[in-house]
């Protein structure tokens, strides 16, 4: 069965030539002066396993991001991320070792209602494989301090 090694929140990410490429990665709260507040991007990168005998199998693979209630606060259509998936078993690969694809679902101007906890998640074929917090916290303005945190855009 796949798995998922690791998932990364990050600013910006790449998996080219099998590798993940991750720029600013390794977070899980954002701070904003005002709600509702939308973030510019959020990178998740993660890392697919593929046992060798479930290689060549169609799968699914599928993110969301919902709040503390469960719902999906991604856009209503599409929804959740994703689509199907067969991971082949490339040239020179040894027998009976895994296969490791690197991925990453880029999410651009997701906007977050009101501060508090949301749960990115990751599923295969309907049923969920990791799971990342992101903590949503408000950040009172402070007159002629500029805030250390992520970018914003009301």
Not at 30 to 53: D, G, K, Q, S, Y
Not at 72 to 83: H, K, Y
Not at 93 to 117: I, Q, S, Y
Not at 147 to 154: D, F, G, K, L, T
Request: hydrophobic share 45%; no cysteine; charged share 15%.
């Amino acid at each position: 069965m796949m798995t998922i090694d690791y998932m990364v929140l990050a600013d910006a990410a790449a998996a080219p030539e099998g590798k993940h490429y991750i720029h600013g990665g390794g977070w899980d709260q954002i701070w904003a002066t005002r709600f509702p507040t939308t973030h510019p991007l959020i990178a998740v990168a993660f890392l697919l396993r593929v046992p060798w005998n479930d290689a060549n199998i169609p799968q699914r693979v599928e993110l969301d991001v919902v709040n503390a209630d469960g719902a999906s606060i991604l856009p209503s259509p599409p929804g959740a991320m994703g689509g199907p998936i067969t991971v082949g078993r490339p040239a020179g690969a040894v027998p009976g070792n895994d296969l490791l694809v690197p991925f990453v679902f880029n999410l651009a101007m997701l906007t977050f209602p009101e501060p508090g906890d949301y749960v990115v998640t990751m599923s295969i074929d309907g049923k969920e494989a990791k799971r990342f917090p992101i903590h949503l916290t408000t950040m009172p303005p402070r007159p002629g301090i500029a805030p250390i945190a992520r970018m914003e855009r009301q």
